[in-house]
Structures are given as structure tokens and as C-alpha cells.
């Protein structure tokens, strides 16, 4: 057999470098900025029509937006405004616009969906099971942290332990579904996140900044 014989045969290492590649870090640097607005405008989208949309309560991706996001955009500041933008408009199509009660509540719950954002470095370097974990810790903080403000704000409950235990018990089914909601979604914007990173990739032989 000639050497250009064995060159054209299988190569029994591409399905390993395939595989390899899609557990590989996610690397978003080269992306044009029209195209990274786009994805901000798809996100908030998103965001505004599956929280619009929810098959029960707690089913929304403003969890997973903000991890997208997070790990999508170099700032996170930006990175904040998609799932806070999708929050403040689907806002405006709910009875009563989303009041929460009180501006403090009201900041609670946008902190709460907002800093996923910071887990978007667990999304990139270990996309698929970074982009699991960082659902269901933003699924349990938001529990845990609304629940917590909605106790200590309002005369709901008595401000004592067992008052924060009666609040917590009376939300648990309220976030029966949140977890698998959030990885739900998660999971789902995955693949697009993996083909922005092929676009990136792309890009970057040719310089594209």
C-alpha cells in the first residue's frame, strides 16, 4: 500500500477529535459585534416570549439567559441587561406590570435573575455541565433569596425562624417545576451557543475582530 493509500483511509482518531471538540471550551472573542447584538436582541426575545409562554409555573429561561449571556458577552454588565430587559418587558404584558410590592422586592428579583451572568465562565470552559450546574444553582438562589426577601419585607410571615420556615414551605410548590424549567431552557440554548463558538472559530484564522 502507498503512502497516499493509507493517507486516504479512515482516520480512527476523527470521531475521538469530534467528540473532543464538543466538550471543548466555548471561545466567543473573535465574533463580530453585529453579530453578538443579534444574539442580544434573540436572547431578550426569547426571554420576553417563554416567560410569556410558561407550560407551568416557574418555567421561564430568564435563568438560562442569563447564563447564556454570561458566557456570550466579554462584559458583564451587558451580559445583565438581556435577562433584566426580558424581565422589564414581559413585565409590561402581566396584570398589574409585574408590581412586586416595594422597589427593595422589586431589586431582589431582578438580582435574582440577573447574576447567573457571573456563572458564564463555568458555561464556557465546561459548557454542557457547566450550563446544568449553573441552572440549577440559579434555580435554587432564586428560591432561596426570594423567598427570604418576600419574608423579611413584608408582614406575610413572622419575622422569626419559624416564619422563614412557614414561608419557605408555603413557596415549595411554586418551585417544583423552576429547576427543570431552567434546565429545560438551558439545554436548549446550548446549541446555539456551541454554533456561535463554530462561527468564532471560523472567524478567527481571518482576523475578524
Not at 71 to 92: E, G, K
Not at 121 to 129: A, D, T
Not at 156 to 184: I, K, N, Q, S
Request: include cysteine; charge should be neutral.
Amino acid at each position: 500500500m502507498s503512502d497516499s493509500d493509507r493517507s486516504a483511509g479512515p482516520n480512527p482518531s476523527a470521531g475521538h477529535s469530534a467528540e473532543a471538540h464538543h466538550w471543548a471550551p466555548l471561545d466567543f472573542s473573535p465574533l463580530p459585534v453585529g453579530l453578538l447584538v443579534l444574539a442580544w436582541i434573540g436572547l431578550v426575545v426569547i426571554g420576553v416570549l417563554g416567560r410569556l409562554w410558561q407550560p407551568a409555573m416557574g418555567v421561564s429561561p430568564l435563568i438560562a439567559i442569563g447564563l447564556c449571556a454570561g458566557a456570550l458577552f466579554p462584559s458583564r454588565l451587558l451580559a445583565a441587561t438581556a435577562p433584566v430587559a426580558a424581565l422589564a418587558a414581559s413585565n409590561l404584558a402581566l396584570p398589574g406590570g409585574g408590581s412586586y410590592g416595594s422597589w427593595a422586592m422589586a431589586a431582589v428579583v431582578y438580582g435574582s435573575f440577573a447574576w447567573p451572568v457571573l456563572l458564564g465562565w463555568m458555561v464556557r470552559s465546561r459548557p454542557l455541565v457547566g450550563a446544568i450546574g449553573g441552572a440549577l444553582a440559579g434555580s435554587l438562589v432564586f428560591f432561596t433569596v426570594t423567598n427570604a426577601a418576600h419574608w423579611w419585607l413584608t408582614n406575610d410571615y413572622p419575622h422569626t425562624l419559624a416564619g422563614l420556615v412557614e414561608c419557605y414551605v408555603a413557596a415549595l410548590p411554586f418551585y417544583r417545576w423552576m429547576p427543570v424549567g431552567d434546565v429545560a431552557w438551558t439545554v436548549a440554548l446550548y446549541a446555539p451557543l456551541v454554533a456561535l463558538s463554530g462561527v468564532a472559530r471560523k472567524l478567527r484564522p481571518l482576523g475578524v475582530a
